[in-house]
C-alpha cells in the first residue's frame, strides 16, 4: 500500500473531493514502468485536476499531478531497469493518466526520459512542467534568432516566468519582467530581471496597428489582452514565444500588421507531446544553463495533504515560483 492524493466526483451534485488515501498496487493503470516517486509539483493544470476538472479529467476516482520525477522500481522495457533516475513532463500524465501525486505511478517508457546529469529528483522537479516548458520557450526563440533589446516575460513570478526570467539572464539578456504584484520586485530582480512592468500597462486593449519597438523577444503566458499589446511593440524581426493563456485563448485587439510589416514570429510552444529528442535536448540545457542558486530562491516545499489547499490558490494567481510536493513527507 502506498499514499496518494485522490480525487472523487459526485455523480448528482458534479463535485469533486479531494483526499490522501493508501491504494494498492493492483490500483494503477497499464505500463511498463513502475516509478517510485520522489518529488512532484504544482501547476495550473494541477489545480483544475484537483479541483473541478476543467475538462481535462474524464473518468473518476482519479490521482492528479502532471509530472513526476523518481527512481525506475520495475520495468518491462530494455531502455530502463531499477534504480534508475528517471522525470515525466506531459503526455496527460495526471489529466487522462493518472500521475505523480502519489507514492508510486506505472506509465508508458515512451513518456519518460533520463534524468540528466547534474540535477537530482527535487532539483528536477523545482524545475517540472513549467520550467521545462520555459527553456523550451527559450530554446524557440534561440532557433528564431534573439534581436537586440530587453526579452520580456510576462507573468513573470509564476513558475514558466520565474524560470524563464533566471535562464535568459543568465545567459546574458537583459530581461523586463511584467507583474500585477508589486511585493514581487525584490524576487523578480533576484531572478536576474533589470526591469519591472506593470501587469496594467500592458493589459488596455488599444486600435493602434502598431506601437514603438520596444522588445528584442518575448515570453508570454498570459495571451488576451497582453499578448496583442506586446506584440504591436515587438522590434523588427522579434519572436514571442507563446506557452499560455492565463487572460484567454484570444488575442485580444491584435492586427495582422506586426507580422507583415514587422516581421514578428508569434512561435506556439507546447509541452505536453514534445518529441523525445527535443526533451532530452531541453532538459540537458536546463541542467546547464539554469543556475542552481536562483532555482533554489523560487522553491515552496510542500506534502500530498497541502495540494488541495494549492490546488486553489494557484488557480487564483497566489501561487509564487515553484512548489516541489514531497510525495513521501
Given at each position: 500500500?502506498?499514499?496518494?492524493?485522490?480525487?472523487?466526483?459526485?455523480?448528482?451534485?458534479?463535485?469533486?473531493?479531494?483526499?490522501?488515501?493508501?491504494?494498492?498496487?493492483?490500483?494503477?493503470?497499464?505500463?511498463?514502468?513502475?516509478?517510485?516517486?520522489?518529488?512532484?509539483?504544482?501547476?495550473?493544470?494541477?489545480?483544475?485536476?484537483?479541483?473541478?476538472?476543467?475538462?481535462?479529467?474524464?473518468?473518476?476516482?482519479?490521482?492528479?499531478?502532471?509530472?513526476?520525477?523518481?527512481?525506475?522500481?520495475?520495468?518491462?522495457?530494455?531502455?530502463?531497469?531499477?534504480?534508475?533516475?528517471?522525470?515525466?513532463?506531459?503526455?496527460?500524465?495526471?489529466?487522462?493518466?493518472?500521475?505523480?501525486?502519489?507514492?508510486?505511478?506505472?506509465?508508458?517508457?515512451?513518456?519518460?526520459?533520463?534524468?540528466?546529469?547534474?540535477?537530482?529528483?527535487?532539483?528536477?522537479?523545482?524545475?517540472?512542467?513549467?520550467?521545462?516548458?520555459?527553456?523550451?520557450?527559450?530554446?524557440?526563440?534561440?532557433?528564431?534568432?534573439?534581436?537586440?533589446?530587453?526579452?520580456?516575460?510576462?507573468?513573470?513570478?509564476?513558475?514558466?516566468?520565474?524560470?524563464?526570467?533566471?535562464?535568459?539572464?543568465?545567459?546574458?539578456?537583459?530581461?523586463?519582467?511584467v507583474t500585477g504584484r508589486?511585493?514581487?520586485?525584490?524576487?523578480?530582480?533576484?531572478?536576474?530581471?533589470t526591469q519591472i512592468v506593470?501587469?496594467?500597462?500592458?493589459?488596455?486593449?488599444?486600435?493602434?496597428?502598431?506601437?514603438?519597438?520596444?522588445?528584442?523577444?518575448?515570453?508570454?503566458?498570459?495571451?488576451?489582452?497582453?499578448?496583442?499589446?506586446?506584440?504591436?511593440?515587438?522590434?523588427?524581426?522579434?519572436?514571442?514565444?507563446?506557452?499560455?493563456?492565463?487572460?484567454?485563448?484570444?488575442?485580444?485587439?491584435?492586427?495582422?500588421?506586426?507580422?507583415?510589416?514587422?516581421?514578428?514570429?508569434?512561435?506556439?510552444?507546447?509541452?505536453?507531446?514534445?518529441?523525445?529528442?527535443?526533451?532530452?535536448?531541453?532538459?540537458?540545457?536546463?541542467?546547464?544553463?539554469?543556475?542552481?542558486?536562483?532555482?533554489?530562491?523560487?522553491?515552496?516545499?510542500?506534502?500530498?495533504?497541502?495540494?488541495?489547499?494549492?490546488?486553489?490558490?494557484?488557480?487564483?494567481?497566489?501561487?509564487?515560483?515553484?512548489?516541489?510536493?514531497?510525495?513521501?513527507?
Amino acid at each position: 500500500m502506498f499514499n496518494a492524493l485522490v480525487v472523487e466526483k459526485d455523480e448528482e451534485s458534479g463535485k469533486t473531493s479531494a483526499t490522501v488515501e493508501q491504494i494498492g498496487e493492483d490500483r494503477l493503470p497499464d505500463g511498463e514502468v513502475t516509478v517510485a516517486v520522489e518529488y512532484s509539483t504544482v501547476n495550473y493544470k494541477d489545480g483544475l485536476c484537483i479541483g473541478p476538472g476543467g475538462g481535462l479529467v474524464r473518468n473518476y476516482p482519479h490521482v492528479p499531478g502532471i509530472d513526476f520525477a523518481g527512481t525506475v522500481e520495475a520495468s518491462d522495457d530494455d531502455r530502463y531497469k531499477p534504480g534508475d533516475k528517471v522525470v515525466l513532463t506531459g503526455w496527460r500524465v495526471g489529466e487522462a493518466h493518472w500521475g505523480g501525486y502519489a507514492q508510486k505511478a506505472r506509465v508508458k517508457a515512451d513518456w519518460l526520459v533520463p534524468l540528466p546529469k547534474g540535477l537530482d529528483t527535487r532539483r528536477a522537479m523545482a524545475v517540472g512542467t513549467a520550467g521545462f516548458t520555459a527553456m523550451l520557450a527559450v530554446m524557440a526563440l534561440e532557433d528564431q534568432g534573439i534581436k537586440d533589446g530587453p526579452i520580456l516575460v510576462t507573468g513573470a513570478a509564476g513558475g514558466v516566468g520565474s524560470v524563464a526570467t533566471a535562464i535568459l539572464s543568465n545567459l546574458g539578456h537583459e530581461v523586463a519582467a511584467v507583474t500585477g504584484r508589486p511585493e514581487q520586485e525584490e524576487y523578480l530582480r533576484g531572478l536576474g530581471a533589470t526591469q519591472i512592468v506593470a501587469r496594467e500597462d500592458l493589459t488596455e486593449v488599444t486600435k493602434k496597428p502598431l506601437e514603438g519597438e520596444q522588445w528584442g523577444g518575448a515570453v508570454d503566458a498570459v495571451a488576451g489582452a497582453m499578448l496583442g499589446r506586446v506584440l504591436k511593440q515587438m522590434k523588427y524581426g522579434g519572436s514571442v514565444a507563446a506557452i499560455g493563456l492565463a487572460g484567454g485563448p484570444a488575442i485580444e485587439g491584435a492586427l495582422i500588421t506586426p507580422f507583415i510589416l514587422r516581421g514578428v514570429n508569434l512561435l506556439g510552444v507546447d509541452s505536453v507531446m514534445q518529441p523525445y529528442d527535443n526533451r532530452v535536448r531541453a532538459w540537458q540545457r536546463i541542467a546547464r544553463d539554469l543556475p542552481m542558486d536562483k532555482l533554489e530562491a523560487m522553491v515552496q516545499p510542500a506534502t500530498l495533504s497541502d495540494l488541495p489547499d494549492l490546488g486553489r490558490a494557484i488557480l487564483k494567481g497566489q501561487v509564487k515560483g515553484r512548489v516541489v510536493v514531497d510525495v513521501n513527507a
